[in-house]
């Protein structure tokens, strides 16, 4: 384990606050100290909040001014919008997990002692996946609106791909060459994608629930449970996802992840992914829909 892994503090001599990485005290002339997270690194300031009748919330205004709450409750930490943002870009592009990236801001924040600077790693991930659904219902169109998104109504198909009402002529029937708008699907999944069991399942939040490409739970264990495998005797030699598939996964809700996409272009289909449960092969298969 690197040194820098443990939230153990270390004396930071004449750096920070007093030789510390946490200013002395919890407000400064009334006003709470609270951790601000920006792409530069971890920083305490004082937030003065507006009291008048007519203010509003804390949580709005805190939104007013660029921060993100970690929490409802008490706030103590916020995040930048460019923080989440930068985040979610490093985590698409660059495979960048929380807890590298914290470890950047911290190092960046006390490069002789990071360990001193306050842990916030479980605060990014639970804001950063709250803050991408939030983007997501923006880009949709459901930021401003009352309505609620349904199946597969933040997801989008193939745009080149033929789509009635999308991207073909309304006499599109009427047109002799058909074959011009025949749908061709391809299915594949990932054996590799295994999700360890949690211990305490009810406390798990589940922010989508087959608005995005993921099919909706409830649909897919009643498939599930309905369901009989029967087990085909491999006949092709050394096919490792055929014969990795029969080993044990201990612990594991999730042993991998099956999906159809357009045979031409690759791009998902809304609402057609699953997650592979121990013991069931085709069963995940079958069990996708989409609406055509």
């Not at 490409?213 to 092709?236: G, Q, S, V």
């Not at 044990?248 to 449960?277: M, S």
Request: negative net charge; contains cysteine.
């Amino acid at each position: 384990m690197d040194e820098d892994d443990s939230d153990v503090e270390e004396p930071a001599g004449e750096y920070g606050w007093a030789g510390s990485g946490r200013p002395p005290n919890r407000d400064l002339h009334g006003a709470p100290i609270v951790v601000v997270v920006h792409t530069n690194g971890v920083h305490h300031l004082p937030i003065s909040l507006c009291s008048c009748p007519s203010a509003p919330d804390p949580i709005t205004q805190y939104l007013q001014m660029g921060f993100y709450p970690s929490t409802y409750k008490q706030i103590e930490t916020v995040f930048t919008f460019q923080v989440l943002d930068d985040y979610r870009l490093e985590n698409l592009e660059c495979q960048t997990s929380c807890h590298h990236y914290y470890s950047k801001l911290r190092r960046m924040t006390n490069s002789i002692f990071p360990t001193s600077v306050p842990d916030r790693k479980r605060e990014l991930a639970r804001a950063e996946r709250q803050w991408r659904n939030l983007k997501e219902w923006k880009w949709f169109g459901f930021g401003h609106t009352d309505a609620i998104p349904g199946d597969t109504d933040l997801a989008l198909f193939c745009p080149t791909c033929p789509q009635p009402g999308v991207n073909l002529p309304d006499n599109w029937e009427d047109d002799e060459y058909q074959w011009k708008y025949f749908r061709s699907f391809v299915v594949d999944g990932n054996f590799v994608a295994a999700h360890q069991q949690q211990l305490r399942t009810t406390d798990d939040v589940w922010i989508k629930d087959g608005e995005g490409f993921m099919t909706r739970r409830a649909p897919y264990f009643d498939h599930l449970r309905c369901t009989t495998e029967i087990r085909e005797p491999c006949t092709c030699n050394e096919h490792r996802a055929v014969l990795d598939r029969a080993k044990p996964h201990k612990g594991c809700d999730v042993t991998g992840i099956g999906a159809f996409a357009c045979l031409r272009h690759g791009c998902y289909c809304p609402g057609d992914r699953a997650a592979n449960r121990p013991r069931v092969n085709f069963a995940n298969i079958s069990s996708f829909t989409y609406r055509i």
